[in-house]
C-alpha cells in the first residue's frame, strides 16, 4: 500500500514563497509518475506539476509555469513543490498524488494514491 504524507503549507503574503514536500512510502517508486493538485473552496482538484520518478521530465499548469518548480529526492523517497511568487489565487489545498506507470496525466481520478492535503493560504 503506497502512503503518501504531505508537509510545507502555511500562510505567505503574496510575493512569498513555500517549499512543499511529500514522502513516499510502502515501495520503491520506479516508474511512477508524482502530482501536485490543489483544491480551492467551491472548486475542482487542478493539476499543478508532475514529475517522473524514473527521468527528469516535468510537467506544469501553465498558471504556475515560472513560478513553481517540481523536484524529487531518490535517497528519500520524497517529492518537492518549490512555490515562488506566490499570488492570492493560489491559496488552497495541495495533495500529492501517485500513480504507476511513465505517462503523466492531469486527470485527479487516475491517482489511486493521495496524501491527506497542506494548506497553503496566501494574503494580498
Known amino acids: 500500500q503506497v502512503q503518501l504524507v504531505e508537509s510545507g503549507g502555511g500562510l505567505v503574503q503574496a510575493g512569498g514563497s513555500l517549499r512543499l514536500s511529500c514522502a513516499a512510502f510502502g515501495r520503491t517508486f520506479i516508474n511512477y509518475a508524482m502530482v501536485w493538485f490543489r483544491q480551492a473552496p467551491g472548486k475542482e482538484r487542478e493539476f499543478v506539476a508532475a514529475?517522473?520518478?524514473?527521468?527528469?521530465?516535468?510537467y506544469y499548469a501553465d498558471c504556475v509555469k515560472g513560478r513553481f518548480t517540481i523536484s524529487r529526492a531518490d535517497a528519500k523517497n520524497a517529492v518537492y513543490l518549490q512555490m515562488n511568487s506566490l499570488k492570492p489565487e493560489d491559496t488552497a489545498v495541495y495533495y500529492c498524488?501517485?500513480?504507476?506507470?511513465?505517462?503523466?496525466?492531469?486527470?485527479?481520478?487516475?491517482?489511486?494514491?493521495w496524501g491527506q492535503g497542506t494548506q497553503v493560504a496566501v494574503s494580498s
Open positions: 514529475i517522473r520518478w524514473s527521468g527528469t521530465s516535468t
Open positions: 498524488a501517485a500513480r504507476s506507470g511513465v505517462v503523466v496525466t492531469t486527470t485527479p481520478s487516475v491517482y489511486p494514491s
